[in-house]
């Protein structure tokens, strides 16, 4: 009787991401950074990262990225905090 062989394949994967913004946009200092950053309306960082605005919205209420009220009463989303979310 010929023994049965087992293979087992492990598939790794990496994702980088990589949001270019475009010349003459505004910094705004960011409490949590202490320091001028670009910022990001909620839909804007949704479709960098390729997820849900709720997505985002439960990001910033736990703190996994920096947010603050634009001028109008938006919701900016800080892009130094998203560059160290995105890099863990």
Known sequence: MK???????????????????EPGRTTIFCESCRSDTLHLAVAETAGALAVSEQSIDGMVKTH???SLEGTDGSLLICANSLAILTNK
């Open 3 to 21: 023994a049965k062989r087992q293979v087992a394949i492990t598939v790794e994967t990496r994702e980088k991401t990589i949001i270019h913004f």
């Open 64 to 66: 996994q990225i920096h």
